[in-house]
C-alpha cells in the first residue's frame, strides 16, 4: 500500500549487518515503527538480531520485530537498504562503486516484484551513485527514492562547530552538500550559531580560509577513514540518522534534511543525485531547498555533481 495511506507504520530492513543492526536498534529504543522485519541471505543473522531485539522489549516501545524474506516488502511504509560491501581501509566510497551497484541491481528487482509501492531508503556506499541505481531499476517516482546523503556529514559538522565554540550542537545550523565522499562541501555562507551568521559570531573576516575552520572541515570530510582505521566501520552515527530520516517519514514531519534526491535543475545541476537540503514527510521528498550560495560554494557543488554524473551513467 503506497506511503501515506498505510497506518501500518512497517519498516523492513534489508542488510543486518553492523549498519543495518545500528539502525535497527535506534529505532527500537525511539519506539518509531510499529513493525520491524530484517531481511539478510544470511537468514541465522537475520533471525539472531531479531531475537535479540526481541529480548530488549520490556525496556522499550511495544514493536512487532522478526526476520523474513522479501516478500514481506509487499505492503511495507519504508525499505532501507543497507547491504553491500563494506569500505576497506585505504578505499574510498567511489571505490564500491561497480561491485554494489550489481548487488543492489538484484536486491531492489526482487522487492518490485512483491509489489512495493512505499519509499527507499539507501544508506549502502556509494550511497549517492546507488539511489540513482535504485531509482533507475525500481521504476518509482523521484521522490520515493531517498538516499542517506549528507545527513551523517551534517551531524559530524555540527558537532565539531559546536565543539569548537562550546554551543548546544542542536543551537548550530550547518550543512554539509553534495557527494558523501571526498568532494562534498561546507555551505560556510549559512552557518549560523543560534540564528547570528558565523561570520559574525565568530568575528572572522574570512571563514573558509580560517586554519580552525579548514580542520573542522576536513575532520567532517576524513572522518569515516579516520574511524575505519580505528575500529573498522563506521555505523552508530549513521545508524541513528536513518532512524532520525525515518521519524521524519513515519510522522509526516515536513522536516529539513540533508538527503540525496535526484536532481533536475536544482543548483544548475541535472540528472543526478546529491545531498542537499530538502522537506521530507510521508510522501517522501517534497521539495528541495535551493540555497543561495556563493561563486567559491557554486563552483564545488557543480564539480561534486560531475564526478557522481560521470560514474553514474557508466553504472547505469
Known amino acids: 500500500m503506497p506511503i501515506g495511506i498505510s497506518k501500518s507504520r512497517k519498516v523492513v530492513v534489508v ?56 516478500e514481506e516488502c509487499s505492503d511495507a511504509d519504508l525499505v532501507v537498504i543497507t547491504a553491500g560491501a ?112 558565523l561570520k559574525r559570531y565568530a568575528k572572522l573576516d574570512n571563514v573558509e580560509e580560517n586554519k580552525d575552520m579548514q580542520l573542522i572541515f576536513e575532520n567532517v570530510r576524513d572522518a569515516a577513514y579516520h574511524i575505519i582505521e580505528r575500529k573498522g566501520a563506521t555505523y552508530y552515527g549513521i545508524g541513528m540518522g536513518l532512524a532520525r530520516l525515518t521519524k521524519a517519514i513515519l510522522d509526516n514531519e515536513n522536516s529539513i534534511i540533508t538527503v540525496s534526491t535526484l536532481l533536475e535543475g536544482e543548483y ?3 540528472n543526478v543525485f546529491l545531498g542537499v537540503p530538502a522537506v521530507v514527510n510521508q510522501y517522501g521528498v517534497r521539495e528541495i531547498l535551493e540555497l543561495e550560495l556563493n561563486p567559491q560554494e557554486q563552483a564545488k557543488l557543480e564539480k561534486s555533481g560531475k564526478i557522481l554524473k560521470e560514474l553514474t551513467e557508466k553504472v547505469l
Do not use: C
Open 268 to 270: 544548475g545541476l541535472d
Open 86 to 197: 563494506n569500505q576497506a581501509p585505504g578505499e574510498t566510497r567511489l571505490d564500491l562503486v561497480s561491485k554494489n551497484a550489481k548487488i543492489f541491481k538484484t536486491i531492489v528487482t526482487s522487492i518490485m516484484e512483491t509489489g512495493f509501492q512505499g519509499i527507499f531508503v539507501v544508506a549502502t556506499n556509494p550511497v549517492d551513485i546507488l539511489s540513482h541505481v535504485t531509482l533507475s531499476v525500481s521504476g518509482l517516482p523521484k521522490e520515493r527514492v531517498i538516499g542517506s546523503g549528507t545527513i551523517l556529514d551534517t551531524a559530524r559538522f555540527r558537532y565539531l562547530l559546536s565543539e569548537h565554540f562550546q554551543v548546544d550542537s542542536r543551537n548550530v545550523h550547518a550543512y554539509i552538500i553534495g557527494e558523501h565522499g571526498d568532494s562534498e562541501l561546507a555551505v560556510w555562507s549559512h552557518v549560523q550559531i543560534g540564528g547570528v551568521p
Open 15 to 70: 542488510g543486518t549487518g553492523f549498519v543495518g543492526s545500528s539502525y535497527a536498534y535506534s529505532l527500537v529504543n525511539q519506539g518509531i515503527a510499529n513493525e520491524l522485519v530484517l531481511v539478510d541471505l544470511n537468514k541465522e543473522k537475520a533471525e539472531g538480531e531479531a531475537r535479540d531485539l526481541n529480548h530488549g522489549m520490556p525496556f522499550g516501545f511495544p514493536m512487532r520485530i522478526r526476520s523474513g524474506g522479501y
